[in-house]
């Protein structure tokens, strides 16, 4: 894989911003919200970390990806389409009848390991992966991305326990800590902290991070395993609706769909960040 | 003759015999060896079993991601609690998303007479029945357990498994063939067939012995695969005998007894039918013999439910 500059890599998270929102208004639906949180995220991942692209995609040692976050599937198909796993205008099908581009990845989409949409399931399916390279001794890593709001569902935490019983430091979970889900915060709705202690105390090697901070992304999972003999778990500190000024933070662009003056403003404001990383 | 084994013990030892043949081959399992007859699959061949602990949905979705890293994976848990707490991992990770996991309900149905109903699953050929891409099988005996177990593991599509804990009588039968997806023929006649499945075949085929003995000969098939259903064994059976019977160890609703009963009616069979299952209640509990006798799932039961549908003579 040629090694993108940060500079590089802060380009592609401008474009992909940009790729999102046209989609999304193209198709009229879509996770606006979170796929702006998460972006930073899989361009990392995508361009810097996984060991994985179109060629060796069903190769067995390839890292999996698997996004738990299934609903914020824009943001998957956008890195995607980019590194080459499918033509890019593909995409002006998403929600459209009967395209495979639907609200959720699912592995009609070529590059996406596992169907998610249902919460809850990324993580058990990531320590099967992982547990099957430690038995094989392969050096493949699992990935997996997980909301906040999604937390609550105790089918993680099962996942989590077996984690750190089989010795899992192969795989790295990264929870897209936006703290915002559909009713409002997180800390509202079922309060998630101290959330790294939780993780700490079953047997994760916790570390904080700016989620939307590609240096410190690039820095952060440059050190995984955190730990030798755990799984790492990447306490990703986001803005729901990043990169937008009028989106960010803000609960109701969870789902939320620009208009035509919104979406102007929106482009325009990422025509101004891709100038200024031009300069 | 052989010593009656259940077909939890069956399962366990063709499964360890697979388990030495294929090392890529994971049994895993929720707290749920011992009740799976797995112990002695453990000390075997420790490598090959990954325990998860009380986790039945986390059970499903590791097995999904073992087999998705190429794993043959067997997941084991007892049925009440596999097909219902995580039926949602049965129906993404593993059915939408086409892993090929065989997921193994053991202890079905009543098999837990006397614990109640948390520990009855008489819900699962209905629940799995309406997810697409899983074959549903309930094997009568030591014989179609074996063959289910090889058979499973040989396809590359998601199974699921479902054994009692009872020890089950060897069923002899015209031709030792099984599969999957073609119903058995335990016994040749034409005055009505019995139509069963799993631990029920064998009391079905008892009431076949008693009208025998009246001079009715009934046909026994052992439909050990609910789904894909052997449409064309139905049909032959209401064309080619004097009615239905459907028998099973589950719930009235959604399962052989509607499949069959839906298959006829759109056909335009209309045929003396029964559906034989347990009725829409909690049921009695105590011995799974003593509820089957309750609901007339034994011999004499099911040859009066076949008088009661046989032309008066």
């Known amino acids: ?279 | 003759m052989e010593k009656p084994k259940a077909n939890l013990e069956v399962f366990a030892s063709t499964l360890l015999e697979l388990a030495h043949q294929d090392p890529n081959l994971l049994v895993v399992t929720s707290d749920s060896r011992g009740s799976g007859k797995l112990a002695p699959f453990g000390k075997a061949v420790p490598g090959q079993i990954v325990e998860v602990g009380i986790a039945e949905q986390n059970l499903v979705g590791v097995a999904a991601g073992l087999a998705a890293a190429g794993k043959t994976v067997f997941a084991v848990s007892p049925a009440c609690f596999v097909t219902a707490r995580s039926l949602e991992q049965i129906k993404n990770d593993i059915c939408y998303s086409d892993r090929p996991v065989k997921v193994v309900g053991i202890s079905a149905g009543v098999s837990y007479g006397a614990l109640g109903s948390t520990h009855h699953s008489l819900h699962d050929f209905a629940a799995l029945r309406a997810i697409h891409n899983v074959t549903i099988v309930a094997p009568a005996d030591s014989f179609e357990t074996r063959e289910a177990v090889l058979a499973a593991a040989k396809i590359d599509e998601p199974v699921y498994l479902r054994f009692g804990k009872k020890a089950m009588p060897h069923l002899s039968r015209p031709a030792e063939e099984f599969e999957l997806g073609k119903a058995s023929l335990i016994r040749q006649g034409s005055a009505l067939t019995f139509i069963a499945s799993g631990e029920t075949v064998a009391p079905a085929s008892d009431a076949a012995e008693l009208l025998a003995k009246e001079g009715v000969e009934c046909r026994v098939l052992s439909m050990h695969t609910i789904k894909p259903l052997d449409e064309a064994a139905v049909l032959s059976a209401a064309s080619e005998t004097g009615g239905v019977i459907t028998v099973e160890e589950h719930s009235v609703h959604g399962g052989l007894g509607e499949a069959c009963a839906a298959l006829l009616l759109q056909a335009g069979k209309c045929v003396p039918f029964k559906i034989v299952g347990f009725p829409d209640e909690y049921t009695v509990t105590g011995g799974q013999v003593e509820i089957f006798k309750h609901y007339g799932i034994d011999g004499p039961g099911l040859a009066n439910m076949a008088r009661s549908v046989l032309p008066k003579r």
Not at chain 1, 215 to 235: D, I, M, R, Y
Request: hydrophobic content about 35%.
């Open chain 1, 1 to 279: 894989m040629t090694m993108l500059t940060e500079r590089e890599l802060k380009k592609k998270s401008v474009q992909y911003r940009k790729d999102i929102l046209r989609i999304i208004k193209g198709s009229g639906s879509g996770h606006t919200g979170g796929d702006l949180s998460s972006i930073d995220i899989l361009n990392v991942l995508y361009n810097r970390v996984l060991r994985v692209t179109p060629e060796s995609f069903e190769n067995s040692d390839r890292d999996y990806y698997i996004q738990s976050k299934g609903h914020c599937a824009e943001a998957l198909f956008v890195v995607l389409a980019d590194r080459g796993f499918f033509p890019k205008e593909e995409l002006n099908t998403l929600n459209k009848f009967g395209s495979h581009f639907i609200g959720h990845p699912t592995r009609k989409v070529n590059g996406v390991e596992q169907n998610t949409g249902a919460l809850g399931h990324g993580l058990a399916f990531a320590v099967g992966v992982a547990l099957a390279a430690k038995q094989d001794r392969k050096d493949y890593r699992a990935f997996t991305l997980l909301g906040d709001g999604e937390l609550a569902e105790g089918s993680n935490w099962e996942a989590g326990m077996t984690a750190a019983h089989y010795r899992l430091d192969n795989l790295i979970a990264i929870v897209d800590r936006n703290g915002l889900q559909i009713t409002g915060s997180t800390e509202d709705v079922c309060q998630l902290e101290p959330l790294g202690e939780k993780f700490e105390s079953f047997g994760f090697a916790v570390r904080e991070c700016d989620g939307n901070d590609i240096g410190e992304l690039v820095h952060t999972f440059g050190a995984v395993p955190f730990v030798p003999g755990k799984p790492s778990l990447v306490l990703a500190k986001t803005r729901k609706g990043k990169g937008i000024s009028f989106m960010d933070n803000v609960a109701k662009w969870h789902h939320g769909v620009p208009n035509d003056d919104e979406y102007s403003r929106a482009m325009a404001e990422l025509d101004e960040a891709e100038k200024e990383l031009a300069a």
